[in-house]
């Protein structure tokens, strides 16, 4: 059975300080691993798609990285409005379909 | 605009009512998605189909339904054999790998 577990459940930052959050996976085989940004009430946003172990995709003040049990999001010098849940999720290269398995998210506060 | 649209964004339901959710999408991607999410919880998926008339059950498909009539349209339908039906919706589509979320419906029964 797939698992998603992300680590921490949250995280408090000040504006500037970077940190990185965890999303450790165990799949059969990994056809892909994803991150989004969920905003409270919102529908969660696509951010990046990692395929396999050394691979690393940016956006803006953000960084995906992946190896073969975990991915890290790192946050840059993070700024209020990254305030947000980001979600992980895996898709097993063994399912039929490609539905996700996903974390349970951490909760990002930047204070200004 | 390309996109995924879920209709009503809040629902509210009385007990032993069935209640239908819409999700459509115009962006000609052949599979659709249905995920639940509860506070704490990930998102969890009920329904999928990958192409029009065919679908299968997700992992928590009890006292759900849906159809795909049109490659557009994937309805979900929550029945009142749904014990715990307060939730957040998702719909989602994908052409291959990666999905695409709705702004999700909020389901509340009173």
């Known amino acids: 059975e797939d698992q998603v577990t992300q680590s921490p459940e949250a995280l408090r930052l000040q504006e500037g300080e970077s940190s990185s959050l965890n999303c450790s996976y165990t799949?059969?085989?990994?056809?892909?691993l994803f991150w989004y940004r969920q905003d409270p009430g919102k529908g969660p946003e696509f951010l990046f798609t990692?395929?396999?172990a050394g691979e690393e995709k940016e956006k803006e003040r953000l960084k995906a990285t992946l190896t073969k049990k975990e991915s890290f999001l790192h946050i840059t010098a993070p700024k209020p409005e990254d305030s947000a849940t980001y979600l992980c999720?895996?898709?097993?290269?063994?399912?039929?379909?490609?539905?996700?398995?996903f974390g349970k998210g951490t909760k990002l506060s930047v204070i200004p | 605009d390309g996109g995924i649209t879920q209709s009503p964004k809040y629902l509210f339901r009385k007990e032993g009512q069935n209640v239908t959710l819409s999700c459509e999408q115009n962006l000609n991607h052949d599979a659709m998605y249905w995920y639940r999410q509860d506070p704490g919880q990930g998102l969890r998926l009920i329904y999928y189909?990958?192409?029009?008339?065919?679908?299968q059950k997700g992992d928590i498909a009890e006292g759900y339904s849906v159809s795909r009539e049109k490659k557009e349209s994937f309805p979900l339908t929550v029945t009142s054999a749904q014990k715990n039906p307060t939730a957040f919706y998702l719909c989602?589509?994908?052409?291959?790998?990666?999905?695409?979320f709705g702004q999700g419906t909020r389901l509340t029964v009173v």
């Open positions: 989602a589509s994908s052409m291959g790998v990666e999905a695409f």
């Open positions: 999720a895996v898709q097993d290269s063994g399912a039929g379909s490609y539905q996700l398995t």
């Open positions: 189909s990958q192409i029009v008339n065919d679908f």
């Open positions: 799949v059969s085989g990994l056809r892909g």
């Open positions: 990692l395929y396999s």
